[in-house]
């Protein structure tokens, strides 16, 4: 178990609508990472916070945005869906958000959109 | 641009053989290279990590080589078991972001 929580597990909508992903970081862990992983995509970073702040940002389509809480836990939002969002998003922590601090992957969101 | 590239894409090995997938980079300030392992309704996990002032890196069967001057550096894992079948991936970190390969989908054959 990394310690990393992400809800809800799967989430089925049609194309149009808005969903929340949410994230509870590694107690202790101030960064927060969002990726998207297609079948044949790989893994796509699209966001990152440090500690409540935007730190850097990947392949976000503006349909997408995210925060960080300040009790650290994470929200990313998806609207207008498509059938091409359709995809296992993943939340990761780190304890400081440089590029020697490992990351720590939750389990994902599966996101099918019909 | 992939700024990671990564084969095999899949990758079938015997019981008791090595596996090997390899990884190349081109950004010369990437100085972090973890590599991650995925079974199927899980997340990435952390398997080994490396940096570049060493060439080579291991923890039990799990093996990183890294060739600098190459800018290539390859997981070996000895004496594969079925319980390794998974999907690995390759990253590079320079900065705030990690950089992953496509994966490579293991199946170790009892």
């Known amino acids: 178990d990394s310690g990393v929580t992400q809800t809800p597990k799967h989430l089925i909508t049609a194309t149009g609508q808005r969903v929340t992903l949410r994230c509870s970081p590694r107690s202790g862990d101030l960064s927060v990472y969002w990726y998207q992983q297609s079948l044949d995509q790989g893994l796509q970073f699209l966001i990152q916070?440090?500690?409540?702040?935007?730190?850097a940002k990947g392949n976000i389509l503006e349909r997408f945005s995210a925060q960080q809480f300040p009790d650290l836990h994470s929200e990313l939002n998806l609207s207008s869906l498509e059938l091409g969002d359709s995809a296992l998003y993943f939340c990761?922590?780190?304890?400081?958000?440089?590029?020697?601090?490992?990351?720590?992957f939750g389990n994902g969101t599966r996101l099918t959109v019909t | 641009q992939q700024q990671v590239k990564q084969s095999p894409q899949s990758l079938i090995v015997q019981k008791g053989g090595i596996s090997i997938i390899n990884c190349a980079y081109e950004n010369t300030a990437f100085d972090y290279f973890p590599w991650y392992q995925q079974f199927p309704g899980k997340g990435p996990a952390l398997l080994i990590a490396i940096r570049p002032d060493v060439s080579e890196k291991k923890e039990g069967r799990f093996t990183i080589s890294f060739n600098k001057s190459a800018k290539q550096f390859s997981l070996h894992i000895m004496d594969s078991q079925p319980g390794d079948s998974a999907t690995y991936f390759c990253?590079?970190?320079?900065?705030?972001?990690?950089?992953f390969g496509t994966g490579t989908s293991l199946t170790v054959i009892p």
């Open positions: 990253a590079a970190s320079g900065g705030n972001q990690f950089y």
């Open positions: 916070y440090y500690n409540g702040e935007e730190r």
């Open positions: 990761a922590s780190s304890v400081v958000g440089l590029h020697n601090s490992p990351l720590h």
